[in-house]
């Protein structure tokens, strides 16, 4: 039988589980980098390396001071999580894969410090969320009718173009969110690239046509 201190320490790691998963569902549908698995993966990984520091050294004495060690495990997983995020044109990828390996750091730390039921129970979750959740989180994004498209346009200087084309994207039902900016002064233009949030159905090629035919525009463009 598990002891009160014990299943209170799998209660605050699925309690950190379930509010990640609230706030990852709110980020993704949003059409944020970071969904529903990472946000669990982080949650529960960090509820997990607070455990692991308030109840794992508890019987250690004297000079020794192994929280040290789960500390600098923290600061240096971080670069390695970095090495798995990749950036493809306006795309992020690899942020689940860098906070699984930080989830598994925890896992790790945990069962160093004797904690095997914790560690369990927190490997459960993040297989779960890993394997079962990415097919919950496809369903529900694929009821969402909306898409993501990405264009890029240059206007010319000091005609207020960007603000025209904005004007013409929100009077079409286009959300859009500027992503750069960049200025030619030799060319006295201005490029901007935009992240389009779109109806699935929309016409992604009237939309640039539409665009074009505005007069202060000299080049528009779909980024794939």
Same mark, same amino acid.
Request: one cysteine or more; a neutral charge.
């Given at each position: ?17 379930? %509010? ?5 569902? &709110? +980020? ?19 509820? %997990? ?12 004495? /004297?000079?020794?001071?192994?929280? +040290? ?11 390695? /999580? ?5 950036? *493809? ?5 690899? %942020? ?30 993040? %297989? ?6 990415? *097919? ?11 898409? +993501? ?9 000091? &005609? ?60 528009? *463009?779909?980024?794939?």
């Amino acid at each position: 039988m598990l002891d009160d201190i014990t299943l209170q320490m799998i209660l605050r790691l699925c309690l950190a589980s379930l %509010l990640g998963g609230v706030v990852g569902i &709110e +980020r993704g549908s949003g059409d944020r980098p970071a969904g529903l698995r990472t946000h669990i993966l982080v949650s529960a990984g960090s509820a %997990l390396l607070m455990l692991v520091s308030a109840y794992a050294f508890q019987d250690w004495a /004297g000079n020794h001071d192994p929280g +040290r060690i789960a500390a600098q495990v923290v600061s240096g997983i971080g670069f390695l /999580g970095a090495g798995t995020i990749l950036h *493809e044109g306006f795309n992020v990828r690899g %942020l689940t894969t860098a906070a699984s390996l930080w989830m598994v750091a925890a896992i790790g730390l945990a069962c160093g410090a004797g904690m095997y039921i914790i560690a369990i129970v927190a490997t459960v979750i993040m %297989l779960i969320t890993l394997i079962t959740f990415h *097919e919950l989180e496809k369903r529900f994004y694929t009821n969402v009718k909306t898409e +993501r498209r990405y264009i890029k346009f240059t206007v010319r200087k000091n &005609e207020d173009g960007v603000t025209r084309v904005l004007d013409y994207l929100q009077k079409n039902g286009v959300k859009s969110r500027t992503l750069n900016i960049k200025e030619d002064f030799t060319h006295n233009t201005i490029t901007v690239e935009l992240y389009l949030k779109m109806q699935q159905d929309g016409d992604i090629d009237k939309v640039v046509a539409g665009i074009n035919d505005l007069n202060p525009v000299t080049a528009v *463009e779909i980024v794939e």
